[in-house]
């Protein structure tokens, strides 16, 4: 039977994963191994030590292939940072004087016109999203292709990160001998990888709790409707306690997982403390975003800190919404518990990579820069997104 290997690659604060699938003919896809590695090459969601990284990621993908039995050339590589936007823009085109039919090509050039409008020189286009588009007055409007009109719109949301950024993690998993086939946000392979059909359509807040970042992510009608990156994460907490109770950072680890909500102690009540800021913003954050718990049917919380005591039942209380904790059900490797969790965004980018490959994620023409080209496949229009 002919398969073909897809690979992700998730690149955390402290800990490097790759999985490796196989994708069947008939769409079906299987996880066929998974490696971890641990790294000290990101601080804050930026490369800080290129040689750590290059070795974590390096001994990551081993792991992978030996748990696989395969060799992997290329692979889908997911990215975090504060910096990350998240922009919408319009574009406007004149077709004719009198209605004529849309083809792909004017679909491309008011689709390209709406992300040169929004791009910033120190920033690239990681993934553009159609919300919509306008046919002379007539909107709401999901593919043009082969209808009549005289001026063509389009709403895009658009993703946009660093260049240097999007460089340097390129340059790393490069160096380590895996081939870039695209950049994706972390939060975006999350929520594929956690949220059902219906969830995605309804309207659902994803939660991925990192090491040193947390995604938020709307998904609703089906596409990525909002997306922001907070610097709080697992990793920060960590940190945080063992600088407030002057211990080793091994020390403040046991500490956060032995953490019970209830207990009356200092530590415990900093750490209640903690992630009450953090609800807080991600309320603000959403609130800023114009988004509120009306628009939204549950929210899923992912990521190693997402078992932290009490943590799901503070968040459904700030947020007026029920809440989950979002696993993959892509592996075939019996994960449970924390390595479920931890494994959940790799899984992801699987999902993200079988989806491209049947054509679920409609392509526009490459951008015109070098590192546009370089990351054609990852600047995708998710029409239909998930």
């Excluded at 993908?61 to 922009?87: C, K, M, N, T």
């Excluded at 994803?206 to 709307?218: N, R």
């Excluded at 892509?330 to 899984?347: F, M, Q």
Aim: net charge negative; aromatic share 4%.
């Amino acid at each position: 039977m002919k398969h073909e290997l897809l690979a992700g690659l998730e690149i955390g604060s402290s800990q490097i994963s790759c999985a490796i699938g196989s994708l069947q003919h008939e769409g079906a896809l299987s996880t066929l191994g998974l490696g971890t590695a641990a790294h000290r090459g990101v601080r804050q969601g930026q490369v800080a030590d290129l040689a750590s990284l290059v070795e974590g990621i390096e001994q990551a993908v081993r792991a992978a292939e030996q748990d696989a039995g395969v060799e992997i050339q290329q692979a889908f590589v997911s990215v975090s940072h504060p910096a990350i936007r998240s922009l919408r823009s319009r574009g406007v085109l004149t077709l004719a004087e009198r209605a004529t039919t849309i083809r792909s090509r004017e679909i491309h050039r008011v689709t390209e016109q709406a992300e040169l409008r929004a791009l910033s020189l120190d920033h690239e286009l990681l993934h553009s999203i159609p919300l919509g588009f306008t046919i002379d007055d007539q909107d709401g409007i999901d593919n043009p292709a082969g209808l009549m009109g005289a001026k063509l719109a389009v709403d895009l949301h658009l993703v946009t990160l660093p260049q240097s950024l999007a460089q340097n993690i390129v340059k790393a998993v490069t160096l380590s001998g895996i081939d870039v086939e695209g950049l994706v946000y972390s939060g975006c392979a999350t929520a594929l990888a956690t949220l059902t059909d219906e969830e995605r359509r309804l309207g659902s807040l994803v939660i991925d709790l990192g090491g040193s970042t947390t995604d938020l992510l709307i998904a609703q009608r089906g596409r990525v409707a909002f997306v922001e990156t907070l610097p709080w994460g697992g990793d920060r907490l960590t940190e945080a306690i063992a600088r407030y109770l002057k211990v080793t950072s091994e020390r403040s680890e046991q500490l956060k997982r032995s953490f019970d909500w209830s207990a009356q102690t200092p530590v415990a009540a900093f750490i209640r403390k903690e992630v009450a800021a953090m609800s807080r913003a991600v309320v603000e954050t959403l609130q800023a975003g114009g988004w509120s718990p009306d628009h939204l049917i549950v929210a899923v919380v992912a990521g190693r800190s997402a078992l932290l005591d009490g943590l799901v039942e503070h968040l459904q209380d700030a947020l007026q919404l029920p809440v989950r904790i979002g696993r993959s059900t892509a592996s075939r490797l019996g994960l449970t518990g924390e390595r479920a969790l931890l494994a959940t965004t790799v899984l992801g980018l699987l999902e993200y990579g079988k989806r491209l490959r049947l054509g679920d994620l409609p392509l526009l023409p490459a951008p015109s820069s070098l590192w546009g080209r370089l990351l054609y496949k990852a600047q995708e229009v998710f029409q239909e997104y998930f």
